[in-house]
């Protein structure tokens, strides 16, 4: 069996300064320049170019300031896109970037993505193949490496785990962020917060929506990303895009064994609030339905029986590069968005012409028969997992004791954390793990429990304001095609109509009236009305 070529290959020619790698990165993925903020990355090129531009010219204010308050500018860069933006537009600060590269983009990397996110970027870059080492049987390494990922989370400093990394790892990590998961994340949110907005217009009969409803509670919102998505927004999604990336890297690849779906739940899953799941299941959602699209317009060239490969010796059976996608689609999904990860499914959404497609998903098709995300998210992988010795774990005991889950708001530190439900974090293999060194303030560490780890609106006007631990088959899928998980109160009432058309849908759902018959202490459990004081913050 041939090796499915990687889609982690890049030139040292072709990385931004910004990013590239001092040596090139087996795992590292060719890409296309983002207008977003990828193109105002410099090239090592573009300093001597702009030098010999401009070596006449007088050097601007900004650029006679001394060294000192030079660093200091470059320090206080909101974001990767504007320091990419400095450097590219003055030499004199390129320069000094090249002497502070490291520090520079550490500082840039923690003020951009923020604690949380950051430590999700890291552990999917140390949860590649080339990272956590060959695999084993059993595969110690993918439960040490979710213990490890555990622990991060919980009590890592982000600015140590940065210092521990070389600079070409932290440029590595620079540039899988703004080539692979901001464009990604750009095209998820605008296509799910459009679907949101086309059917609550449609469920209230309107053919468009108003630049200003008389309903509307506060400015209403717009679909660019950054500008029309809050930091909250921004953040739940692409955390959502991390861990799935770190899931097809365990579970998937080369690091795949056998794990059974409910392994996974355990193993992996449990390490995650429930809406923080069904995160992932937008990510998941969004790509799949891309893969069926281009499956069903790629699917006949790709056959067995398309006259191409009568040459072949094998026509009409398996030809070389043939694939019989309407037999085996699953598995084919499966495999083929496993293996490939994020950077594959930014080339799906990027490529149009109908032959690219044709080629990119015949070098990168790969049947798998292995449990994936889609299996993990079932109803039936929920109750087995439940149903293992120490399976019932403390989220699960939070349910059935209905305990109180508020909305406490989108902007401000939220009272909501995990103790509240009297959570006892354990390793895989049962230990606890232990606190890491870190020097985090008392307001650093208030931070962490931010409103990004709070439950949304959404998702408590659906369980009644009390804990609730199901995900996957227990939503509407529509709900995931709304990205409904993701968005703050302010989305929600800028949009006329979402709000009433959620809680009316999850009403009369399937999915609730399932989750009420499996699991007996929800059946008590009604939808919190729209309208009700309840949801009403001051």
């Not at 300064?17 to 087996?26: M, Q, W």
């Not at 149903?387 to 909305?407: H, K, L, T, V």
């Not at 009433?500 to 009305?529: C, F, H, T, V, Y």
């Amino acid at each position: 069996m041939s090796k499915m070529p990687s889609v982690y290959r890049v030139t040292e020619a072709e990385a931004p300064a910004l990013v590239r790698p001092d040596r090139p990165d087996p795992e590292a993925a060719p890409f296309a320049s983002d207008q977003n903020g990828a193109a105002h990355l410099a090239t090592d090129r573009v300093a001597p170019e702009m030098s010999d531009a401009n070596e006449e010219q007088q050097p601007s204010s900004l650029e006679s300031l001394p060294v000192e308050i030079r660093i200091r500018i470059l320090e206080n860069m909101p974001d990767l896109k504007t320091l990419g933006s400095l450097i590219h537009a003055s030499p004199v600060y390129f320069a000094q970037y090249r002497f502070n590269r490291k520090s520079l983009l550490c500082r840039c990397l923690q003020q951009d993505l923020g604690r949380e996110v950051l430590v999700e970027a890291y552990a999917a870059f140390n949860s590649r193949s080339s990272k956590i080492g060959p695999r084993t049987v059993p595969n110690r390494n993918v439960t040490d490496f979710v213990d490890l990922y555990g622990a991060w989370r919980y009590s890592s400093d982000p600015a140590i785990m940065l210092k521990s990394m070389s600079l070409s790892d932290v440029r590595w990590l620079t540039w899988f962020h703004t080539l692979t998961v901001k464009p990604l994340a750009t095209q998820l949110s605008t296509w799910a917060s459009t679907n949101l907005e086309s059917a609550a217009a449609k469920a209230t009969e309107e053919q468009r929506m108003q630049a200003k409803s008389a309903s509307s509670k506060e400015t209403p919102t717009c679909n660019t990303w950054p500008g029309g998505f809050s930091v909250t927004e921004q953040r739940r999604i692409l955390r959502a895009f991390y861990r799935f990336e770190i899931f097809c890297h365990l579970f998937s690849g080369e690091q795949h064994q056998s794990f059974r779906h409910d392994d996974i739940a355990r193993i992996f899953l449990s390490q995650f609030e429930s809406w923080e799941i069904e995160e992932m299941g937008c990510v998941y959602t969004w790509i799949k339905q891309r893969y069926g699209e281009i499956v069903a317009e790629i699917k006949w060239d790709l056959h067995p029986n398309n006259p191409k490969f009568a040459t072949d010796p094998n026509f009409g059976f398996e030809p070389e590069g043939a694939f019989t996608l309407d037999r085996d689609d699953d598995e084919y999904m499966n495999g083929t968005i496993g293996r490939g990860g994020l950077r594959l499914a930014l080339h799906m959404f990027k490529t149009k012409d109908h032959d690219k497609l044709v080629d990119l998903m015949g070098k990168y098709l790969k049947r798998s028969q292995e449990y994936f995300f889609g299996d993990c998210m079932q109803d039936v992988s929920q109750a087995d997992r439940r149903g293992d010795d120490n399976g019932f774990n403390d989220r699960d005991r939070a349910e059935q004791r209905g305990e109180p889950m508020p909305f406490t708001g989108d902007g401000n530190v939220s009272t909501f954390c995990s103790d509240n439900i009297s959570l006892d974090i354990t390793t895989t293999s049962g230990s606890t793990p232990h606190p890491a060194n870190t020097k985090e303030s008392a307001r650093e560490v208030a931070a962490v429990v931010s409103s990004i780890s709070a439950p949304p609106l959404a998702w408590v006007l659906m369980w009644d304001g009390k804990y609730c631990n199901l995900y996957g088959d227990y939503v509407p899928d529509d709900f995931r095609r709304w990205g409904y998980i993701l968005w703050d109160e302010r989305r929600w009432n800028s949009i006329e109509g979402a709000l009433g058309l959620l809680i009316r849908l999850w009403a009369s759902s399937s999915q609730l009236k399932m989750a009420r018959e499996d699991w007996a202490w929800l059946g008590g459990r009604q939808p919190l009305l729209v309208n009700d004081p309840v949801t009403t913050l001051g």
